[in-house]
């Protein structure tokens, strides 16, 4: 056997053959193991480790265990892990240089574990995220402010207490002036006395003397004449003193509808802004998420950058590599189809999630297909993700859409707290996402539709009294709310997207907050007006009652020159003269001439 | 171990002194040359790599030729760039190109790399005239050399003489 087969040349090649067979198979898991770590942190500026890989050249596979990548915006959380991840490569493509795997699976996936250690590969970079919100600090205090002015112009308008009611003051005015007049009549029916008593005195005395007081009797009639127009005039004043106090009310009712409507006017509501009251309930809470979404799609912009086609040559540290006309040019890496199964918290809920992703490639320009993710989730919220990640075309796509028909939305605390919040009951929703970014153009809404929302508001220490009164008002409007939909609307750039927030719950929360402070409103001003009817109705009544009173004294003050008039008039001087009754005019006709007087 | 340790600086001194032929040891130089001027990361160095261990040659004489012009082979680049580009770029040799390239193994080669293809081709055409050059210079020099080396203590330790006259007295062979 020897003669034939000259083993002191066999068996060295042969045992050089299998050292260099076993380095091969244990050597290239080492230098996979070294590649992925180099390449992972370059890549993603975090630690990557890996506690074993494996790859088998005879199969073809490769098997990495233990796969961390550390987060680089939270280094002290994983970004994902992986228990294990297997693919089983084309032996074909390997011969030609490529890795091409139509299948692969990693098992064990998670999301956001706790590391022991830090995964910043610089300690200068643990940092938080400085991602800016969407909503500006700018806006937010607009938003703040805008809320807040409409507190204190509420709280204005209802605290303040009214004193230039016009018919107050017209009752007061009348109740000033109405004995004013009083007064000047009954001064003119004292004068009137006076007069006819000065009159009757002289008359007295014409009687004794009437020669003397020829005169005085030649020109008491029309005296007499005179004293009866002025009190004719008195009459006629005392008459129409009642006219004119009823015509005073009238003004004063008039001006009390005046001031009622002026009073509602005052207290007239401002339209809130059920957009700013949106922004303020909802606008962290639901931007909040869909930021996280943004920092994902520009994390996968990152990682998966945009590659253009192939061109003729490539150039290498060493010369270029001529790609050969004919030739179909395939990636350096290719897994047409990698099975993902894992578990995530989404929500705060544990969810076990499965799902494929297909065509995943570092050279989606050259393979022609965008790299696609499908993954569904069980347990505490089933969803279903759809991704598209885009690299075949002159401008990197991507597209995500979610659909979560039963999400449960825990209790949660909507506003400032230390003033006015609004307690959401938990609630059921359905949520779904779709948000597409073409190059640098971002697009998309999420859209959250709940089946029944019970808000109660919650009134914090530092609110004022009328808060309080306010939150009371609210009480039960918002106790329950009829499928509330809130919509955020992206657009913008993926370095500066912008995003409008936009829910039926705003509105309906306006609406109660409105509805009770138009009721609050409503309540200080029947309450004010009530006062103020109360003072009108007080200071007519203390007219009603002087005006009673001033029409009986006036009527006899009045009556008394009259009586006295109508006596002089009607004959009392003749009587006096000793001539019988007859009046003034008569007694100037009895009188004989002078000439029969002085013979 | 000592033994172990002078090994290769005794393999050096053999490619002068030890009783390969010339041609053998130029051999060995001119697939050095080769293999030192191509990139090492293709299946062209591994085969040239094979063939030099493989072959009867002097391999310390085309290892040691492999490192000396692997390190001189980046200076030479730009001409074998051009060289490599203008020969894979031939419009007529396309087909066959893509044919050899879709093989098998075929990106392994790495002579799509316009560097490996035109060191390849450089080594090629340097490889006879080493070959003939090392061959004259062995014969040569080898004399002269042998001489040199043997004049002193520390040249017949590494070329063995010592143990030799040792085992051969111990054997009571004799000179």
Known sequence: MTRYIRLGYLVPRLVLLVVLFCLLEFGSGWALKRAMIAGGQAAIGARVEVDRADVSVVETRATLTGLRIANPQRPMENLLEAEKIEIDFESDSLLRRKAIADHGSVRGLRFGTPRETSGALNPDDEQASTAPGWLGDAAKQAVDQAAEKWIASLEAKLSGEYDDFESVRLAQDLSKRWPERFAAVAADAKALQAEVELLRDQAKEARANPLRNAEFLAKAPERVAQLRGRLANLHAELASLPTDVAADRRRVDQARLADETRLRERLQIDQLDPQSLTSQLLGERMTGAVRDVVGWVRWTREMVPATKPGRSVTPRDRGVDVHFVGVRQRPDLLIRQLEIAGSARLA???????????????????????????????????????????????????????????????????????????????????????????????????????????????????????????????????????????????????????????????????????????????????????????KVAGELASLERKLDEAMTKLTAQVDAPRLEIERLASGWIGEQLGRGTFSFEQLGKRLPTAESLFK | MFEWLISPLRSLVAVLAAHDSSRQVAAGVAIGVVLGLVPKATLVAVLLGVLLCALRVNKVAGLTAASLVGMLAPLADPFTHKLGLKVLTVPSLQPTYSYLYDAPLGAWWGLHNSVTCGSLLVGLYLSYPVYLVTRGLVDRLRPAAVRWILKYKLGRLLMGVQITDKLSAGLGLGR
């Open chain 1, 348 to 534: 705060g809920r544990p969810v076990e999630l499965s799902g494929v992703v297909t065509d995943f490639t570092t050279s989606p320009a050259l393979h022609g297909e965008p790299m696609r993710l499908t993954l569904h989730t069980t347990g505490g919220l089933p969803l279903e993700v759809r991704a598209t990640i885009d690299r075949t075309g002159p401008q990197p796509i991507e597209e995500l859409i979610v659909d979560c028909p039963t999400l449960d939305l825990p209790k949660t605390e909507l506003g400032n707290a230390a003033k006015f919040a609004l307690t959401m009951a938990p609630s059921t929703s359905s949520l779904s996402v779709s948000i597409r970014v073409e190059g640098e153009r971002l697009s998309g809404d999420v859209q959250l539709i709940q089946d029944r929302v019970a808000l109660t508001p919650t009134v914090g220490p530092s609110a004022g009294p009328l808060v309080t009164r306010l939150g009371g008002a609210v009480g039960e409007r918002l106790a329950n709310i009829a499928r509330p939909a809130t919509r955020v609307t992206l657009s913008g750039t993926l370095n500066d997207p912008h995003m409008a927030l936009w829910s039926t719950l705003g509105p309906a929360v306006a609406e109660s907050l409105e509805t009770a402070a138009v009721t609050l409103a409503r309540d200080e001003a029947e309450r004010q007006l009530a006062s103020t009817k109360q």
